[in-house]
């Protein structure tokens, strides 16, 4: 028991009533001992109990430093829970006892006999100093507690009660009843898992003095631009329920509740009837899932060796085996010390070093496995001088364990041709040694290869994913420069060098011939070749416009600079990030700003780079024979390619709107729209669907979607909480996004926006000693996190650059089982 900051006389008293209360039964043994429900001794004590005896009781406290009448709003409370404790399944029924008698917390005889204590006060300083000893004597023996709404304004002067219900209310919210949407972030709860996603309820909506999110598990949220929050609006991290083990007991607030109507909602009664399940031990949950401190970030590796890239090189990408090693790769950067070749008369023009490097968690040791000579170490300066070609992308076969087979997405420096400034990007195959963790560079069987412009820098993408299926993702950039079009729509057809155009995209991500700017998918092989899947978006044999104008291993076409792309195995639901162009505000002239975009891509489709972004918003046209004119808008649904450039199909697919698109005036933004459903592209008329994101500098990195193995026995492994929830990211750490987000499988598919985000930030740490560069991230068989840190610089690998691990340490569910009440599920 701890005792902090309590006076002698107090610090005995809640000794006492400590030992009073496990003596009554509290702790003694699961608290459903079958004893007789308490007669009551107090004159305003009423009980409740189910049919044939209770085994598990709850008090409601309903006290008020205010004078006057009984209020309503507790009388509906009151017979709430007194109902939800009468009905149920038998093994979850519970006694109600209501009494309005403070004197209760210092009878530890009766106390003790409560599984939990239900606070449905209207606030003010409503307990003497013994009363709340005893109160806190109660919890540190295990007891269980709900405050529901003004509880939260109940004995202001109390620290220690501030802890017991998390935040208190902020000066300046609304007083009046408003409909709003709250998002139920916690799937698994009790008092949240058979809720909807998006919970429409009218309330009396509090605001917080300080936000209590990383203190206390969040189970719901609710949106702010649902309803009017007042002058004192916490912003889109708007907690209204939550949770926390406290003192050696429960404790659940809710700020809802603070209508009479509230108490006849099935689902607001679903909420506390779960809330009682935890803190009366009738059920487990996990609250710690979401609290900063049960988590710690570990970096694994050093610093390289002066001159050496031994610990990790220019990081670009990693991939977990099964038996927890972590392959990691450089792009081609070298040490900052080494010699950079950008003249192209001299045969070594951006030769570097592609490192693939491997952890061993066992040992905690690095090797490096082996290292491709790529065309990729060149950078610093504007266009036609850096490249971001080299080693781009890693993944495992699926029987890795048995073939040792590893599959690399790069641009080999001896396929370079320096006259027409051309090279060519391959997906290869190799083998590398299980036991020794050393590469086989003489095992090579090239799978794939297509050509690309290295003329002007960008835009290589470079992921890859694998289904349950065994297809194999690919995800490749533009190959496009991201100038000559004032950083909107990459489609200025100009620019060419010897014949080769590097500034018009729809060469590239807008073609159905080309390879670049989408995302692949095929089916390796054994022998080293590939086959196609059926679904992909072309078959490869379209008869349409002569034939011979499609590719059939696109999935996905319009994507601009895709840096990393993941399957969720669970539902074979690939998601994916890409970088937007450099525009920063929105122009009437020529279209959006810069938006980098995350999608949920359920089937083939084209995301609509060059010509639409964001939730199809349309960009202009550009042509010969004066690109600087423009022509007119794009249509998202029946796009067309008529570029010079285009060796594919002039009708295009339609566009998919996407589900997350950010740009520096925030998420989401969207604009009235003309009758051609053209938006007005006016910033004072903008509207932003996802307040919890911005950008600025900004290049989009997305992440895994976690799935929880119960059956797994790590002692590191996240939560069940998470289960579900996508990570997505931003190479930056300002104002840009870190965030577990959950979609709507009903909607997500078509675009639908993330119905709930939480961010990551204090978990996955930002700054410039934590992962500052967020470069990948991916979950390992051990249910931790790996993150690359890309280090400080660009086009080379520093002092910061390092593979991370980021860890649960807060432990399981609770109850224990052993403390569960009797008869509990």
Request: proline residues 7%; negative net charge.
């Amino acid at each position: 028991m701890r005792l902090r900051g309590l006076s002698t006389r107090r610090q005995t008293s809640v000794a006492a009533v400590t030992a009073g209360i496990v003596a009554a039964g509290l702790m003694a043994a699961p608290a459903a001992d079958a004893r007789p429900v308490p007669e009551p001794s107090l004159t305003t004590m009423s009980i409740k109990s189910p049919p044939g005896g209770a085994n598990v009781r709850v008090l409601v406290f309903y006290g008020s430093a205010a004078a006057g009448e009984e209020s309503p709003l507790v009388n509906a409370g009151i017979e709430a829970i007194e109902k939800i404790g009468l009905s149920g399944p038998a093994e979850q029924r519970f006694a109600t006892v209501a009494t309005d008698d403070a004197s209760v917390f210092t009878d530890e005889t009766k106390l003790g006999r409560f599984n939990s204590i239900v606070f449905l006060t209207g606030g003010g300083d409503v307990l003497d100093p013994e009363q709340e000893a005893g109160l806190e004597a109660y919890m540190e023996a295990g007891g269980g507690f709900v405050g529901v709404h003004d509880a939260a304004r109940a004995e202001p002067y109390s620290d220690w009660f501030t802890g017991l219900v998390g935040a208190r209310p902020a000066a300046g919210g609304p007083t009046n009843a408003q409909r709003a949407v709250v998002e139920v972030g916690d799937r698994r709860h009790p008092a949240t898992k058979d809720l909807p996603l998006q919970w429409k309820r009218p309330d009396k909506w509090l605001n917080w003095a300080k936000n209590p999110s990383g203190d206390v598990h969040t189970v719901a949220r609710v949106r702010e631009s649902s309803y009017q929050p007042g002058t004192s609006a916490n912003g889109w991290d708007h907690p209204v329920s939550w949770c926390r083990d406290y003192d050696g007991g429960r404790s659940f607030y809710t700020g809802m509740g603070g209508t009479v109507s509230s108490y006849d909602e099935t689902d607001f009664r679903t909420h506390l009837r779960g809330a009682l399940l935890w803190t009366t031990r009738l059920s487990q949950a996990d609250c710690k899932a979401t609290i900063n401190g049960n988590y710690k970030a570990e970096r694994l590796t050093q610093a390289n060796q002066p001159g050496q890239n031994d610990q990790i090189g220019e990081p670009h990408g990693l991939v977990t085996a099964p038996d927890g090693r972590v392959l990691y790769i450089g792009r081609g950067g070298a040490d900052s010390s080494q010699p950079v070749v950008t003249d192209w008369n001299n045969p070594d023009i951006g030769k570097g070093k592609g490192e693939i490097h491997v952890y061993d968690p066992k040992t905690k040791k690095v090797t490096l496995a082996g290292a491709l000579t790529v065309f990729g170490n060149k950078g610093g300066g504007d266009e036609l001088i850096k490249v971001e070609e080299g080693l781009l992308g890693i993944e495992l076969d699926p029987r890795f364990e048995e073939n040792g087979w590893v599959y690399l997405h790069y641009t080999p420096h001896s396929q370079l041709d320096r006259d027409k400034q051309m090279a060519e990007r391959r997906i290869s195959r190799f083998t590398l040694d299980l036991a020794t963790n050393k590469l086989d560079l003489g095992s090579e069987k090239v799978l794939l290869k297509w050509p690309v412009q290295v003329h002007s820098c960008c835009h290589a993408g470079g992921g890859m994913t694998w289904d349950s299926k065994g297809n194999l993702y690919i995800a490749t950039g533009d190959n496009n420069s991201s100038g000559f079009s004032g950083g909107y729509s990459g489609n200025n057809p100009e620019p060419n060098y010897k014949g080769v155009s590097f500034a018009d995209a729809r060469r590239t991500a807008g073609n159905t011939n080309n390879l670049n700017g989408k995302i692949l998918r095929i089916h390796p092989e054994p022998d080293g070749t590939y086959t196609l899947p059926a679904g992909n978006l072309f078959t490869g044999e379209e008869p349409d416009e002569g034939g011979g104008k499609t590719r059939g291993e696109i999935y996905v076409m319009g994507v601009r600079n895709p840096a990393r792309i993941f399957v969720d195995k669970t539902t074979d639901t690939l998601y994916a990030g890409w970088v937007g162009p450099d525009a920063g505000a929105p122009s009437t002239t020529w279209g959006p700003a810069k938006y980098d975009t995350f999608a949920v891509i359920t089937k083939a489709s084209n995301r609509g780079w060059p010509y639409c972004m964001g939730n199809k918003q349309p960009y202009r046209d550009r042509n010969l024979p004066d690109p600087t004119k423009p022509l007119g808008w794009y249509d998202c649904d029946h796009p067309k390619n008529e570029s010079p450039n285009n060796d594919g199909l002039v009708n295009l697919p339609p566009v998919t709107g996407n589900n997350i698109w950010y740009s520096p005036q925030g998420g989401a933004p969207d604009y009235p729209r003309d009758a051609n459903g053209v938006p007005s592209y006016k910033q004072e008329e903008a509207s932003y669907g996802l307040p919890w994101l911005k950008g600025g500098g900004q290049a989009a990195m997305n992440g895994p979607v976690y799935r929880y193995d119960a059956a797994s026995s790590s002692g590191t492994k996240w939560p069940a909480y998470w289960d579900g929830k996508w990570f997505v990211g931003d190479f930056y750490d300002a104002d840009q996004p870190r965030n577990a987000v959950l979609t709507d499988p009903k909607t997500h598919g078509d675009g639908g926006l993330p119905v709930h985000s939480e961010s990551l930030k204090k978990i996955v740490p930002i700054g410039n000693d934590g992962i500052k560069n967020l470069m990948d991230w991916k979950f390992g068989p051990d249910g931790a996190l790996y993150v690359l840190d890309y280090g400080r610089g660009f086009f080379t690998s520093d002092a910061k650059s390092a593979l991370w691990r980021v860890t649960y340490t807060g432990g399981g569910p609770t109850p224990a089982a052993d403390q569960l009440a009797r008869g509990a599920r």
